[in-house]
C-alpha cells in the first residue's frame, strides 16, 4: 500500500531533550516536506527537501532540523525542543515537480507535547 | 504571498443537504488546488485533486471547481450523511515550486 508512514504517533518529552520524528514513504517520491498543525493558526511548512541531499526552510523552521541522506527517509530532528514546539506535525510527499498529479500523501501524524 | 481563506469556519446542517464549501486563494500562479479531510486528532485525506488546466474533478458525491482567474474553488458535496462530519482543507500548490499554502479549514457537522 502506498503511504507515508511515521513515528511515533504520540510523544511526551521535556523541554531540551533532543527528540527525532521519522518520516518514510513508499512511493519513490522526490519530494517531501513537514508540516505543523496548530489551533487557530493551520497547517505552516517546516522544512521541505526537493530531492536527496537538497533540503531548504519553510515558513516555520526555526528550532527544527531535517536530513534526506536517502530518497525514503526524511527525519524531522528537534535538538531543544521547547513547550511552543508543542504540537500536531505532519509529514508529507509528493511525485515532484515534473509529476505533481497525482498530489500530495501524508502521514497520520505525531502528536508530540513538550512539557 | 499566497493567503487561503476558507469561510465560514464552521458548519452545521441536518442530514440530506446538498452542501457548497468554498476557498478562496490571493494568487492565481498555482500548480493545482487539493481538498483534505481531517478527522478530529487526525492525518489528512486527499479527496480531490485539481490541476491548474483543469476546471473540475468529481469522485462519488464530490465534485470540486477551479476557477483560477477568479482565485475560487468550491467543494460541493451531495446528500451529505453524518459520516461526512469532519474538518475539511484546502490547499493550494505554488506554481513554481513545490509548496502547499493551506486555508485553515471549515469544521462541518452533518446532523442525523
Known amino acids: 500500500e502506498a503511504q507515508v508512514t511515521q513515528n511515533p504517533r504520540y510523544l511526551i518529552t521535556v523541554t531540551g531533550k533532543k527528540l527525532t520524528v521519522t518520516c518514510s514513504q513508499n512511493m519513490n517520491h522526490e519530494y517531501m516536506s513537514w508540516y505543523r498543525q496548530d489551533p487557530g493558526l493551520g497547517l505552516r511548512q517546516i522544512y521541505y527537501s526537493m530531492n536527496v541531499e537538497v533540503t531548504d526552510k519553510g515558513d516555520v523552521p526555526e528550532g527544527y532540523k531535517v536530513s534526506r541522506k536517502e530518497k525514503r527517509n526524511f527525519p524531522l530532528i528537534l535538538e531543544s525542543p521547547s513547550p511552543n514546539q508543542t504540537s500536531l506535525y505532519f509529514c508529507?510527499?509528493?511525485?515532484?515537480?515534473?509529476?505533481?498529479?497525482?498530489?500530495?500523501?501524508f502521514g497520520s501524524g505525531t502528536r508530540l507535547t513538550v512539557v | 504571498k499566497q493567503e487561503v481563506t476558507q469561510i465560514p469556519a464552521a458548519l452545521s446542517v441536518p442530514e440530506g443537504e446538498n452542501l457548497v464549501l468554498n476557498c478562496s486563494f490571493t494568487d492565481s500562479a498555482i500548480y493545482n488546488l487539493q481538498w483534505f479531510r481531517q478527522d478530529p486528532g487526525k492525518g489528512l485525506t486527499s479527496l480531490l485533486l485539481i490541476q491548474s488546466s483543469q476546471r473540475e474533478q468529481t469522485s462519488g458525491r464530490l465534485n470540486a471547481s477551479l476557477d483560477k482567474s477568479s482565485g475560487r474553488s468550491t467543494l460541493y458535496i451531495a446528500a451529505s450523511q453524518p459520516g461526512d462530519s469532519a474538518t475539511y482543507l484546502c490547499a493550494v500548490a505554488q506554481g513554481g515550486s513545490e509548496k502547499l499554502v493551506f486555508g485553515k479549514g471549515m469544521k462541518l457537522t452533518v446532523n442525523p
Open positions: 508529507a510527499s509528493s511525485l515532484g515537480s515534473t509529476g505533481v498529479p497525482y498530489g500530495y500523501t
